[in-house]
């Protein structure tokens, strides 16, 4: 079989697989990848590279009907008559996530991330469009050239709640999104102790509102509520109704009154605390917490005790000996940055710092990708944090201390190969906790655990501790 009917059957094939009237653009990614990469191969054997003639041949002769039905269903532009594929002078763009080739420079300019095949029909004739059926989610074909042919897509919003482009991001990372996933959005104004004035909180349900158990996820320092989404869609599926909120200084969680002084770590602790007892119910709470996220999940299930689990990817106390060297960017900030922080006091405390000049923050994922975009998140990793919040992490410590931990029992899912934290220093807490804990693996994930098997593996173990808590509730224990 010849290298193009490869291509055009695995294009039909997938592209037929996912035309789904709730696909979105973001999937439309994953359907053409494997495509684009086959028609990139065949371009670099097979065309002259100063012939865009050539290469236009080539990619037409490539796009079969499922293909370019998908093209029409994802311009993010308002619903225009649809071209069809045998329309002349269409253009067509897609955009995948990998790197870039477009037009420019002799016809194969290639980015380190997505792929952008751009198609030009040449025809004597005038231009027709066919009248189509529009579902809602066709497209002018024509008019993707424009939006797409600068830089990365912009991926269409969450058909549910009032969320923007940016919290898809993250999603090229990790395997496909299950659809339909509920996703709605909402605002909690929240008022800091001790002077720390009012915060409006953004938080996102994830899952059937009807879900047998509930969850809340909770991100770390450089994450958010966007970065979270692809791990509470999958989570969603497993059965629970998925609760994430961005934190003090993350995501589009903004400050409404100014306080006497600037956010603290404590007020992290405390405002899970205070989400915990607004959102409780009947139904059984797992607690799970990325990153820094799992020593405020062990605190907020101590302090509260509404909690039947917790899962952590990692646990840290900062206040142990060499744990605060052990996770900053490079030995003299420990030495020489660390203990300066004692100082920052008053208005000293209210200067930023931004999150990777203090942490490798560039280690989070083992994909170069995944931590390009984390690092330009300007409200994730990219951002920044006041001086005081570092002071307080690092004096604050555990809620309670891990030898009185009263808890439900505690799951550590360490990733295997994480470049940031060592599974030493979360094994240090976890052997501290008074209770029932266990550890797993994640093989192949980094600090961010998305990549596979390890992702596999996190599912299967929440998804077997959700089962044992709902075993546990019907039992009455």
């Known amino acids: 079989m010849a290298p193009g009917d490869v291509t055009r059957l695995n294009s039909e094939a997938v592209a037929s697989a996912y035309l789904h009237p709730l696909a979105d653009a973001v999937q439309m990614g994953h359907i053409l990848r494997g495509p684009a990469h086959c028609v990139i191969a065949q371009m670099q054997r097979t065309v002259d590279p100063t012939s865009k003639a050539g290469a236009v041949r080539l990619v037409l002769d490539l796009v079969t009907p499922p293909v370019i039905e998908v093209l029409l269903r994802y311009h993010p532009g308002k619903p225009q008559p649809s071209c069809t594929n045998s329309t002349p002078h269409c253009v067509g763009s897609a955009h995948i996530a990998g790197g870039t080739l477009r037009a420019g420079r002799g016809w194969y300019v290639r980015r380190r991330r997505g792929i952008q095949v751009q198609c030009l029909m040449q025809a004597s004739d005038p231009p027709t469009c066919a009248s189509v059926p529009d579902t809602g989610h066709s497209r002018n074909i024509a008019g993707m050239n424009a939006s797409l042919s600068k830089g990365r897509a912009k991926v269409p919003p969450a058909r549910t709640g009032r969320l923007d482009s940016t919290d898809r991001r993250y999603e090229p990372f990790v395997r496909l999104v299950p659809a339909p996933v509920r996703r709605v959005a909402s605002s909690w104004r929240w008022d800091a102790p001790d002077g720390g004035g009012s915060w409006d909180l953004h938080i996102e349900h994830v899952g059937a509102p009807t879900a047998s158990v509930r969850m809340l996820l909770v991100h770390g320092a ?96 900062p206040t142990r000996p060499g744990i605060a060297a052990a996770i900053v960017r490079a030995p003299w900030i420990a030495r020489l940055g660390l203990p300066l922080l004692q100082f920052a006091r008053g208005p000293a405390a209210n200067p930023r710092i931004p999150v990777r000049m203090l942490t490798p923050m560039s280690a989070i994922s083992n994909d170069p990708g995944l931590s390009h ?76 655990p998305l990549e596979e098997p390890g992702f596999q593996v996190l599912l299967d173990e929440v998804s077997d501790e959700m089962e044992q808590v709902l075993d546990d509730q019907r039992r009455g224990s």
């Open 373 to 448: 975009a984390v690092l330009t998140d300007p409200c994730g990793g990219g951002g920044a944090m006041p001086v005081g919040w570092y002071r307080s992490f690092l004096e604050a410590g555990p809620a309670i201390p891990p030898e009185q931990y009263q808890g439900p029992p505690v799951v550590l899912l360490h990733p295997a190969e994480d470049r940031w934290t060592m599974p030493e220093l979360s094994l240090d807490y976890l052997g501290r906790l008074h209770g029932k804990t266990r550890v797993v693996m994640l093989p192949g994930c980094g600090h961010f």
């Open 222 to 317: 450089g994450g958010n509520a966007a970065a979270m989404w692809p791990y509470a869609a999958h989570l969603s599926r497993l059965g629970a109704r998925v609760t994430v909120v961005d934190l003090p200084g993350y995501g589009r969680t903004i400050r409404v009154r100014r306080g006497r002084r600037s956010v603290s770590y404590g007020d992290w602790q405390q405002l899970l605390v205070d989400l915990v007892g607004r959102e409780h119910d009947e139904r059984p709470l797992v607690l799970v917490g990325a990153s820094m996220g799992g020593a405020l999940a062990v605190d907020t299930a101590a302090v509260t005790g509404l909690a039947k689990r917790v899962i952590a990817t990692c646990l840290l106390d």
